[in-house]
T-cell receptor
């Protein structure tokens, strides 16, 4: 079983839809949870991060973490064509005195005008 | 800050040739990471450096791959000899010291095609 599982999609939605992206993980040692957004032919850029269980909101984006279920989600409200990108979940855990970041495979999202 | 800078952006080479990818991390960051991204395997960590010292190279696929960080502002990833299965996008990322959340900042990547 992989440490981090993410449905690769792709996912296509109409403009204005609510989008839900999800990842599950198997290792309880993960402490920090992040979502990266990657536009075509660009590098991943950090979108949101959180540490504790619960919700964190930033504009149209909400990150949700449920440590008891080992499940994280990213919600996008009022989705826009500019949100079309690949979204990667990432989780951090201690390893050898440092922190190891493990990524999901990424979900490609297309928002159609 | 200009962010993480990678060069070249695109590289097309023939099988058997040596390939060198370059990275300049964000000034002041003390950790540097090399990743490879493919459709099949997603984003894979190849190696990372802390204070210019290689810490974990367990992701380097084989001896054909090598990485160096001679100083805090420069790193290279070399493939010699290159093979078609090395075709992928290679990313460099850096992280600042004391960043509790382990946030990594990525460059734009080098798209490598080995023919």
């Amino acid at each position: 079983q992989k440490e981090v599982e993410q449905d690769p999609g792709p996912l296509s939605v109409p403009e204005g839809a609510i989008v839900s992206l999800n990842c599950t993980y198997s290792n309880s040692a993960f402490q920090y949870f992040m979502w990266y957004r990657q536009y075509s032919r660009k590098g991943p850029e950090l979108l949101m991060y959180t540490y504790s269980s619960g919700n964190k909101e930033d504009g149209r984006f909400t990150a949700q973490v449920d440590k008891s279920s080992k499940y994280i989600s990213l919600f996008i409200r009022d989705s826009q064509p500019s949100d079309s990108a690949t979204y990667l979940c990432a989780m951090s855990r201690p390893q050898g005195g440092s922190e190891k970041l493990v990524f999901g495979k990424g979900m490609k999202l297309t928002v159609n005008p | 800050d200009a962010g993480v800078i990678q060069s070249p952006r695109h590289e097309v080479t023939e099988m058997g040739q040596e390939v060198t990818l370059r990275c300049k991390p964000i000034s002041g960051h003390n950790s540097l990471f090399w990743y490879r991204q493919t459709m099949m395997r997603g984003l894979e960590l190849l190696i990372y450096f802390n204070n210019n010292v290689p810490i974990d190279d367990s992701g380097m696929p084989e001896d054909r791959f090598s990485a160096k960080m001679p100083n805090a502002s420069f790193s290279t990833l070399k493939i010699q000899p290159s093979e078609p299965r090395d075709s992928a996008v290679y990313f460099c990322a850096s992280r600042g010291g004391g960043t509790v959340q382990n946030i990594q900042y990525f460059g734009a990547g080098t798209r490598l095609s080995v023919l």
